[in-house]
């Protein structure tokens, strides 16, 4: 079993930043990916941007490409998502996952892709 911890979220101005935290407890072997998805209200969760567990595959949705960055410190067994430049419709609940993968494979941006979530953590950007 692997536990997921998000924090870091909170309420922020438009232009404005934050960086969320995913820490990873438990039994992780072999190859895996961490992805972060979102979900506002009324909406279906989206895939935000996910990274393979070799650090060298990174994968982002467009709507957040050259604003977020995500990394993973493998030592602290965490993922982050730096959040710079936030629009009011990056509010929502953002959650961390993990699920297998392979070498060089890409990161899956389907929810169905991961095993292991997070409880989330909110992020709100006011205009």
């Known amino acids: 079993q692997v536990q997921l911890v998000e924090s870091g979220g909170g309420l922020a101005q438009a232009g404005g930043s934050l960086r969320l935290s995913c820490v990873a407890s438990?039994?992780?072997?072999?190859?895996?990916?961490v992805g972060w998805f979102r979900q506002a209200p009324g909406k279906e969760r989206e895939f935000v941007s996910g990274?393979?567990?070799?650090?060298?595959?990174?994968a982002y949705v467009g709507s957040v490409k050259g604003r977020f960055t995500i990394s993973g410190d493998s030592a602290k067994n965490t993922v982050y998502l730096q959040m710079n430049n936030l629009k009011p419709e990056d509010t929502a609940v953002y959650y961390c996952?993990?699920?297998?993968?392979?070498?060089?494979?890409?990161?899956?941006?389907?929810?169905?892709?991961?095993?292991?979530w997070g409880q989330g953590t909110q992020v709100t950007v006011s205009s």
């Open positions: 996952a993990q699920g297998p993968t392979s070498l060089r494979a890409q990161v899956p941006h389907s929810p169905q892709g991961y095993v292991y």
């Open positions: 438990g039994r992780t072997s072999g190859m895996y990916a």
């Open positions: 990274i393979n567990k070799d650090g060298g595959t990174t």
